[in-house]
């Protein structure tokens, strides 16, 4: 079983910053795809970045080059750096772990933190 502790969310004007943490329960840790969802009102949870075990990184289109994803093994923890913040990513942010390769389809991934909200205001 795993756990997954999300932290980090709040209000940030347009063009701000914010760093999303998530800590992981379980002695692998360093094996598993680690990823960042997130979810607006009324809409469809969404794929935003994933990072897998050895390292290599894949983000929507939407975020590509404003948000950087990565991972601190030692720690059993994934950040997601949130630069360029606009109000379109206004939404609570959900990080996710597979055992396996995990991808961009929500439907892969077995644990789930609880959600933290990001606001972003114009």
């Known amino acids: 079983q795993v756990q997954l502790v999300e932290s980090g969310g709040g209000l940030v004007q347009s063009g701000g910053s914010l760093r999303l943490s998530c800590a992981a329960s379980?002695?692998?840790?360093?094996?598993?795809?680690m990823a960042w969802f997130r979810q607006a009102p009324g809409k469809e949870r969404e794929f935003v970045a994933v990072?897998?075990?050895?390292?290599?990184?894949y983000y929507a289109d939407s975020v590509k080059g404003r948000f950087t994803i990565s991972r601190d093994n030692a720690r059993n923890t994934v950040y997601l750096q949130m630069d360029s913040l606009k109000p379109e990513d206004t939404a609570v942010y959900y990080c996710a772990a597979d055992t396996g390769y995990g991808g961009t389809r929500y439907k892969n991934y077995h644990y789930w933190g609880q959600g933290t909200q990001v606001t972003v205001s114009s």
């Open positions: 990072i897998w075990s050895g390292g290599s990184t």
């Open positions: 379980g002695r692998t840790f360093s094996t598993y795809a």
